[in-house]
């Protein structure tokens, strides 16, 4: 049931839309982007995201989202420059990564390193909004190797110094594996950094901008949506994708394994999606690069094994609940990844990387009121279910006294 937002009274101190996960209720304007949850259709600033994967790459989509505009050439040169002069990340964050466990999961790595930066940045006080676009370079610039380097000096092995020639997609393709990818996979992984770039008030998103309300600034606003990122049933589902298909393994055993594990009320990780009743256009294009990469490595066991647990969930579904299901962005980048030797729990940091440029522009949209009248905190609203003793409260027994 889809919960109709309305416009709070004077009278009415509180709406009521609890419970539901703020599913249909709109808590703010923006201008960054839009999703036609009924048409399947993404747009990143009045562009359609189907036009940006043909024509764009992810520095000029990094710009547009931040700015509102498509840069001009010279604008677009400039800010490529300052990506790759700012690749480089503070010694402090390769001495954090030494000492931890090499068990430590990359996305906590990746938070973990998010206050070392602002300790390092030199405007981290400055709350104007060319220094916070400075900001949001930075971390754009700096998160690949973050997340590259994290993986390296976890397996033994030095980080790799990034190459100013090339792209930010080949560039953190080449910061991962030490060699220099061929250009059909680096634009194919640029185009995954696109895709992924932004996608309006998803958890991570409104997480980024709920933090920046309180006037904390652009790195700890960004350290809470990469902790929401985090989480299965957002960022991680994309790693969770590749899990379930190590698990199938072999094309036979598809079916009983998807109608076993929806007869158990368990999720397929990849499928579905909270604003999508039609195929993600996200799912679409990375189909597309997934058989791509297929048919230029030989290898179509992933893609094959992809599609048919696609058709076992959408027939499964269709049979339990008379309706229909889709997959969403994190389903087909799984194999993706998979084929372009990202490791699979590098998934969500990768994810990260690119969904950096979209929580940049909302924390900065939020900050100086970019679509709405005036900066507002978010205070929501909750009805207490818990133990009550009447007006006076309950009695407070001493812990010495307490016999339960
Ligand atoms: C994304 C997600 C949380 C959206 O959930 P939602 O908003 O509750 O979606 P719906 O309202 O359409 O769900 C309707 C029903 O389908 C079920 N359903 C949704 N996605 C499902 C999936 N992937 N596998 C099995 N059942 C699913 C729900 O449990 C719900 O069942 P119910 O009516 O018995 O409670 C959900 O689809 C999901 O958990 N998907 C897997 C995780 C994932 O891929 N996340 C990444 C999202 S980009």
Same mark, same amino acid.
């Given at each position: ?8 009274t004077?009278e009415?101190k509180?709406i009521?839309?609890?419970? &539901?996960g703020l ?10 982007s839009?999703?036609?949850g009924?048409k ?8 359609n ?11 000029e989509v990094s710009?547009?989202?931040?700015? =509102? ?6 604008e ?10 700012e690749r ?19 996305m906590?790595?990746?938070q ?15 709350e104007?909004r060319?220094a916070n676009l400075?900001?949001?370079? #930075? ?7 973050i ?8 397996k ?6 990034? #190459?100013?020639k090339l ?12 060699k ?5 996979t680096? #634009? ?10 932004e996608?309006?008030?998803?958890a ?21 949506? &990469?902790?929401?990122?985090?989480g299965?049933?957002?960022?991680g589902a ?5 899990k379930?298909?190590?698990d ?9 394994w ?20 039609t195929?993600d256009?996200?799912a ?5 690069i ?8 030989g290898d ?7 599609k ?5 969930t959408?027939e ?13 962005? =994190? ?5 993706v ?5 990202i490791p699979?729990d ?5 994810f990260?990387i ?8 909302? &924390? ?5 009121a970019?679509?709405?009248p005036?900066?507002e905190l978010?205070r929501?609203?909750s009805?207490?279910v ?14 010495e006294?307490r016999?339960s």
């Amino acid at each position: 049931m889809r919960f109709i937002g309305r416009a709070i009274t004077m009278e009415e101190k509180t709406i009521d839309a609890k419970n &539901i996960g703020l599913r249909g209720v709109k808590v703010a304007d923006t201008r960054i982007s839009d999703v036609d949850g009924e048409k399947g259709i993404l747009i990143y600033r009045g562009f359609n995201i189907c036009d940006l994967v043909v024509h764009s790459t992810f520095e000029e989509v990094s710009l547009l989202l931040l700015n =509102d505009r498509l840069p001009t050439g010279e604008e677009l040169k400039g800010f490529q420059k300052i990506l790759v002069s700012e690749r480089g990340i503070p010694s402090a964050v390769f001495t954090l990564m030494k000492k931890l466990p090499p068990s430590a999961h990359p996305m906590d790595v990746l938070q973990a390193s998010i206050p070392i930066l602002a300790s390092y940045d030199p405007e981290l006080h400055e709350e104007t909004r060319e220094a916070n676009l400075r900001k949001a370079t #930075r971390l754009i610039a700096k998160l690949p190797n973050i997340v590259a380097s994290w993986d390296r000096i976890r397996k033994g092995l030095k980080p790799v110094r990034p #190459r100013s020639k090339l792209t930010h997609a080949g560039n953190f393709l080449h910061l991962l594996s030490g060699k220099v990818p061929d250009p059909e996979t680096a #634009r194919d992984f640029d185009i995954c950094l696109i895709l992924h770039a932004e996608h309006s008030f998803n958890a991570s998103t409104f997480a980024g901008r709920e933090v920046a309300s309180t006037h904390a600034h652009m790195y700890a606003s960004i350290a809470a949506a &990469i902790g929401a990122l985090s989480g299965e049933l957002h960022g991680g589902a994309n790693s969770e994708v590749m899990k379930m298909l190590l698990d199938i393994g072999e094309l036979n055993w598809v079916k009983s394994w998807v109608s076993e594990k929806m007869r158990r009320g368990g999720k397929i990780m990849g499928m579905g999606h909270a604003v999508y009743h039609t195929e993600d256009p996200r799912a679409t294009i990375l189909r597309g690069i997934s058989q791509r990469l297929a048919d230029r490595t030989g290898d179509r066991h992933w893609l094959e094994l992809t599609k048919a647990i696609e058709g076992a969930t959408k027939e499964e579904f269709r049979r339990i609940k008379g309706k229909e299901i889709f997959p969403n962005v =994190d389903f087909y980048s799984a194999s993706v990844y998979h084929m372009m030797g990202i490791p699979t729990d590098l998934f969500t940091p990768v994810f990260a990387i690119s969904r950096i440029a979209g929580w940049a522009a909302h &924390i900065i949209e939020e900050k100086f009121a970019e679509a709405q009248p005036k900066p507002e905190l978010y205070r929501p609203d909750s009805d207490y279910v818990g133990t009550y003793c009447g007006p006076q409260a309950c009695e407070y027994i001493p812990v010495e006294k307490r016999t339960s």
